[in-house]
Antibody, heavy 119, light 107 residues
């Protein structure tokens, strides 16, 4: 069955950068889109970014556009979220998730990695 | 961006109760609406897609429907394992957007 494991979270100062990784296994990684969704402490879900199966198309929430970059390495079954110019309101648990044949719904999710932006 | 307004934000119910959660979209979604369940400390779990299609393994006490731009998640005969937070999500267009969530608590 599909498994997604995030890593790379931690504490970073405002204005800093961080790269999250999402390691995939148990499914054919190269044929599905990958998404990042975040959840601030005690708050709801916010979709952040998406990348098509072949990396040819990227999509971002306005709140992270021009600061975050999503990418993937299909040969190693891993996706990334490069985050820069981090702000306190970027503090959240970041989940990676995959879509599937039924459109842009997210049928498998990782356990999440916490990013805390604080001085 | 399509705005998703979910209500109520929380509710208290007893096991065996029927629960209804509503999500209003700012425009027609052509049925591209999903529901997720999230328990504390866990990732969300896909329950329903295309407004009313149950994901594999989801109990039949969960159902979805739509009337215009209002989508509804219904749980008949609430079970103890159903106490959680529920989110709607539109996937008609990017950016994908979620409702604010409904926390279902034990009365």
């Amino acid at each position: 069955q599909a498994q997604l494991v995030e890593s790379g979270g931690g504490v970073v100062q405002p204005g800093g950068s961080l790269r999250l990784s999402c390691a995939a296994s148990g499914f054919k990684f190269s044929i599905y889109g990958i998404h990042w969704v975040r959840q601030s402490p005690g708050k709801g879900l916010e979709w952040v970014a998406a990348l098509s199966y072949n990396g040819g198309s990227t999509y971002y929430a306005d709140s992270v556009k021009d600061r975050f970059t999503i990418s993937r390495d299909n040969s190693n079954n891993v996706a990334y979220l490069q985050m820069s110019s981090l702000r306190s309101d970027d503090t959240a648990v970041y989940f990676c998730a995959k879509d599937w044949e039924q459109g842009l719904t997210l049928d498998s999710w990782g356990q999440g990695t916490l990013v805390a932006v604080s001085s | 961006a399509i705005r998703m307004t979910q209500s109520p934000s929380s509710l208290s119910a007893s096991p065996g109760d029927r629960v209804t959660i509503t999500c209003r979209a700012s425009q027609d979604l052509r049925g591209y609406l999903a529901w997720y369940q999230q328990k504390p400390g866990q990732a969300p779990k896909l329950l329903i897609y295309k407004t009313s299609t149950l994901q594999s393994g989801v109990p039949s006490r969960f159902s979805g429907s739509v009337s215009g731009t209002d989508s509804t998640l219904t749980i008949t005969s609430l079970q103890s394992e159903d106490f959680a937070t529920y989110y709607c999500q539109q996937y008609w267009s990017y950016p994908l957007t979620f409702g604010g969530g409904t926390k279902v608590e034990i009365k």
